[in-house]
T-cell receptor, first 111, second 112 residues
């Protein structure tokens, strides 16, 4: 069965203090790794898809990278509005359309 | 203009009651889903429908019955509610890539 583990569970940063969130996964035949942002009381919002090791995607202060065992979400010079829970998910080849989520990293950026 | 909308946003009910949640998407996507997010924020797929056809039915009690009258709508009916059903239920849709999901705002169900 596909598994996703995210660390840390929670992260508190000062505004401007760059850091990385980790997503470790085990999957049979990776079809895609996905990053989402979830604000309190809202549904997750899709950020990135990564398909193969070595791939990188960027959006504003966020950059996602992928290796064969894990993905990182790098946050450069974060702002308070980046505060949210970041979810990682994978789709393997075993289950049609089945996507497995991690439990997320709750990021708080303090002004 | 809301892409995926679900109603109601909040449900509070007693054990043993029946409740329904409605979902509509205006994105023109072929596939719709129900996900359950528990108190630990773990998001788990329950059902997937593609063009009104059931594709995924995870190990969900048969008290949960999804219905898709057309590809823009996916409703969820829950019979004989139990305490453990308390969670946030998210409707989502996708087109092509199942991992690129558009979620609704969620329906928080509390069973007393």
């Amino acid at each position: 069965e596909d598994q996703v583990t995210q660390s840390p569970e929670a992260l508190r940063l000062q505004e401007g203090e760059s850091s990385s969130l980790n997503c470790s996964y085990t999957v049979s035949g990776l079809r895609g790794l996905f990053w989402y942002r979830q604000d309190p009381g809202k549904g997750p919002e899709f950020l990135f898809t990564l398909y193969s090791a070595g791939e990188e995607k960027e959006k504003e202060r966020l950059k996602a990278t992928l290796t064969k065992k894990e993905s990182f979400l790098h946050i450069t010079a974060p702002k308070p509005e980046d505060s949210a829970t970041y979810l990682c998910a994978v789709q393997g080849s075993g289950g049609y359309q089945k996507v497995t989520f991690g439990t997320g990293t709750k990021l708080q950026v303090i002004p | 203009d809301t892409a995926v909308s679900q109603t109601p946003k909040y449900l509070v009910t007693q054990m043993g009651n029946d409740k329904s949640i409605k979902c509509e998407q205006n994105l023109g996507h072929d596939t719709m889903y129900w996900y359950k997010q528990d108190s630990k924020k773990f998001l788990k797929i329950m059902f997937s429908y593609n063009n009104k056809e059931l594709i995924i039915n995870e190990t969900v009690p048969n008290r949960f019955s999804p219905k898709s009258p057309d590809k823009a709508h996916l409703n969820l009916h829950i019979n004989s509610l139990e305490l453990g059903d308390s969670a946030v239920y998210f409707c989502a849709s996708s087109q092509g890539q199942p991992g690129e999901l558009f979620f609704g705002e969620g329906s928080r169900l509390t069973v007393l």
